[in-house]
């Protein structure tokens, strides 16, 4: 069989995730035909989401050392040690479909417009009427019954017909997934999905923002706005879904992430502090990390049950 005629990776019911996988682990076989490159080009065009999906497989078989060489990549290198674990091909496909998180339930005050907190953990998702929102670590949200306030930190919401969110002076109507963080001087919204419709309070202007935009407004300073990379996007969202994203990141940035949302602390010694890595990770595994990390970095590890020192 030529290899024109080769089944395409990307299957009609395949998950981005899937497919993106599917075109990895091809890739890894060898260089791709003429037919087989115009259909993964056509396939990246389709869906914002399919860059990212494909972003995130490749991270992963890098960190495996599995990946060959591929032309035109613009993933930042890694450094390997000169031998590194084989990943199996069916433990791949299972990382590059999801990675699993165990959800914290938040804490909830009071009854009616009830507030609800986490600490070190991403909570199970609050369902309402007119969706669900899943609260960062550190984050403080009120419910009501007509609408909802995100106090402090992040949430991931996931809303329909009817769901209002707040956050500072600004009033949120998300059909699709939202993004939203704030601070007591800044509120940045993120169009993962869907549409998001906004207003300031006490005024008729609306805005609106598609999939990929992202807004900040800081006080009644003019908003900034702006149109994120499918790898910007698939890496602000990665932590409700119980993933760690990074692209050419120092090993001090990951291990700060790590301990916000882990009672075991990652500590990395100075000479490996500035060493850079690509990766997926799970948020609430940094065992899984630090195993890696050790590998990739030709690095040491010493392990407590309270510590993680990577040197």
């Known amino acids: 069989m030529r290899r024109d005629a080769r089944v395409s990776p990307t299957l009609a019911n395949a998950s981005p995730d899937e497919a993106a996988a599917g075109w990895t682990a091809r890739l890894d076989q060898g260089p791709l035909s003429a037919g087989e490159q115009q259909a993964l080009q056509q396939w990246l065009e389709q869906d914002i989401r399919h860059k990212g999906a494909f972003l995130r497989a490749k991270a992963i078989w890098h960190a495996s050392g599995r990946l060959a060489a591929l032309e035109g990549s613009k993933t930042p290198a890694i450094a390997h040690p000169t031998t590194l674990p084989v990943l199996p091909r069916r433990r791949f496909f299972a990382a590059a479909a999801a990675a699993a998180v165990l959800l914290a339930a938040p804490k909830r005050q009071g009854k009616a417009n009830s507030l609800y907190t986490t600490s070190n953990a991403v909570s199970a998702p609050l369902g309402t009427a007119f969706g669900t929102i899943t609260l960062d670590c550190y984050s403080r949200l009120k419910m009501g019954l007509e609408s909802n306030r995100l106090v402090s930190g992040r949430c991931c ?63 009644d300073l003019p908003p ?46 100075p000479a490996l502090a500035n060493r850079r890595l690509t990766g997926v990770f799970s948020l609430n595994q940094p065992e899984a990390f630090a195993t890696a990390a050790r590998s990739i970095l030709g690095a040491r590890l010493n392990e407590s049950p309270q510590t993680l020192l990577l040197y």
């Open 157 to 219: 919401v996931l809303g329909r017909t009817g769901m209002v969110m707040k956050a500072g002076n600004l009033i949120f109507v998300p059909q699709g997934r939202l993004l939203l963080s704030c601070t007591p001087t800044q509120v940045t919204a993120t169009a993962i999905s869907g549409t998001v419709r906004l207003r300031r309070h006490h005024s008729d202007e609306w805005w609106t923002l598609t999939s990929g935009a992202q807004i900040t407004l800081s006080g």
């Open 224 to 269: 900034e706005v702006r149109s994120l990379m499918p790898e910007e996007l698939d890496a602000q969202n990665a932590w409700s879904l119980g993933r760690l994203e990074v692209h050419d990141e120092s090993m001090a940035s990951i291990a700060s992430t790590f301990n916000r949302y882990n009672q075991r602390q990652l500590h990395v010694a």
